[in-house]
């Protein structure tokens, strides 16, 4: 009934039955969240502000040309920007 009421298979109900048992007999309280929370999915390529900086100006000019001197993919680099972990600069004599 109850996999049925939470549309599960009837192998996670017995899963989780069995461990709230186990945890019953320990004298542990029963707890059966989930222990992947904020630890899953892909990790985020960071971009180091200082190795930004060393990097010539005539090699940064575009996000392709920082992308490369950088090692990593334009898509990563355009997130970072729209983030606000990098910001453009552009120079209003020579726009």
Known sequence: MLAQAYSVSIKIVSRLWS???A???N???VDLSCNLMKRVGRKRVEVDPDRVMQIPLRNRKSIMDLANALG???S???RRIKEGSLR???NAIKP
Do not use: C, P
Request: hydrophobic fraction near 35%.
């Open 19 to 21: 461990k709230a048992k």
């Open 23 to 25: 945890l019953i007999d």
């Open 27 to 29: 004298g542990d309280m």
């Open 72 to 74: 990593m993919s334009k």
């Open 76 to 78: 990563s680099l355009h």
């Open 88 to 90: 453009r600069h552009s």
